[in-house]
């Protein structure tokens, strides 16, 4: 098996961390994003940190242009995300730019270095982390929503632009994870195992796209919980 060059966003936590581990475990070279200057979690020979704050986007594009004159990647992994619930009218401007920031326009701002990357080796793997919020929007959604439908739009017609250049692009959409995002929310999945997937279930579902043959691409993947209870006292979990 060829071992690949990987870059992953939002390596410090939840489907990021927990997909650098198994690539770590399988051997691969990891470089991860994350506004953090340590992942404790992550001390490994073949890791390494390349600390960039997504909410700066003309820094990213400066630093990640710096990267990619000294190293080459096989594969970009885009897990770095948040969520902000609640009705418009609660957020401020400079809150709805920087959810959209984040969420969104990065993963646009960083593929505008790394295409061109693969494009010049002739193959390449991205892969995105959308949300089950990028196919329904429910309540209190609306920020996470925009962001996600945008994401999911960009990867379609990214798709299209890069499939005569070797270049795969997935998104993978899950329900409710039980991971550090819903820390700050007011709301997170009921406590029983069927009620949340694992990140680590995620991250194996990332491992499998990466080994699957050149000339197939996985367009999305939609993962649920078996069941969906949310649990809105958080205080009790």
């Not at 475990?25 to 001390?43: C, K, M, P, W």
């Not at 820094?59 to 948040?82: M, T």
Request: hydrophobic share 40%.
């Amino acid at each position: 098996e060829c071992l690949m060059k990987i870059l992953i966003s939002g390596a410090s936590s939840g489907i990021g961390l927990a997909t650098a581990r198994q690539l770590l475990e399988l051997d691969h070279e990891v470089t991860g994003i994350s506004r953090q200057s340590e992942t404790a979690q992550l001390d490994h020979p073949n890791f390494s940190l390349f600390q960039l704050d997504l909410n700066r986007l003309d820094d990213c594009d400066q630093k990640l242009n710096l990267l990619l004159k000294e190293h080459s990647f096989d594969c970009f992994i885009h897990c770095a995300g948040y969520g902000h619930f609640g009705s418009i009218e609660q957020f401020s401007v400079a809150q709805i730019d920087r959810a959209i920031r984040v969420n969104l326009t990065s993963a646009l701002v960083l593929c505008r270095l790394l295409v061109p990357m693969f494009r010049r080796q002739k193959q390449g793997k991205l892969i995105f982390i959308g949300s089950e919020s990028a196919l329904n929007a429910g309540k209190k959604g609306v920020l996470y929503s925009a962001a996600k439908f945008g994401l999911r739009g960009f990867c379609q017609a990214l798709r299209e632009d890069c499939a005569k250049d070797g270049i795969g692009v997935s998104l993978v959409n899950p329900g409710m994870v039980r991971s550090p995002f819903f820390d700050e929310q007011s709301f997170a999945p009921a406590s029983q195992p069927e009620n949340a997937i694992e990140t680590g279930d995620v991250a194996k579902l990332i491992c499998q796209v990466l080994q699957t043959s050149a000339n197939i691409v996985i367009d999305e993947i939609n993962l649920s919980p078996r069941v969906k209870s949310i649990d809105f006292s958080p205080k009790s979990r």
